[in-house]
């Protein structure tokens, strides 16, 4: 299956879980997983199927430990990614009834996001920079500031925005 019937094959499965059809969304995600194991979402999709599903599952175990061990792999797929954290947070909080166990997925969700979030922002902060777009640059910076106190990423792009507007103003001055 190439990148193209993977994605239509999730459209399909969208309309199938819009419609509440949650039995063939079970069987299509289950077909689709075996020409793409390593793919986190489908797992996390396969996860919620099997929750909300009654067809008889095709795998052996009672169905919120298949429904886990889906999440579970989610999580070492995409290590690095805060869904599959944030899904087996809910699945610890809401169906093993076991907030306290949900805290580390969740903490390891927000670690994610809030990486990701960071390296979103030090992009931003580097196109406003090298544009000279002051007003989008400190809105920025601002927020920056508020949730990243300082970082030094973010320090030395400040550093590099305060020398490029004092060479400005030199120039400036000079003419």
Partial sequence: MNIHDYIQKLKDLKITWKEKKFNETYEKIHDIIKTYPTSYKLHVILSSAIQMSDTPLKEEGEP???AKKHLELAGELAPDLPEPFNELGYFSYAIED?????????QKAYENNTRHFKETLVGLLKCYIELKDEKNYNSTIKLCN???PEDYEIDALKEEWDEIHSENKGNNDNS
């Fill in 64 to 66: 919120l430990d298949v």
């Fill in 98 to 106: 076991d907030a306290k166990g949900a805290i580390k997925y969740f």
């Fill in 146 to 148: 508020t949730i990243f």
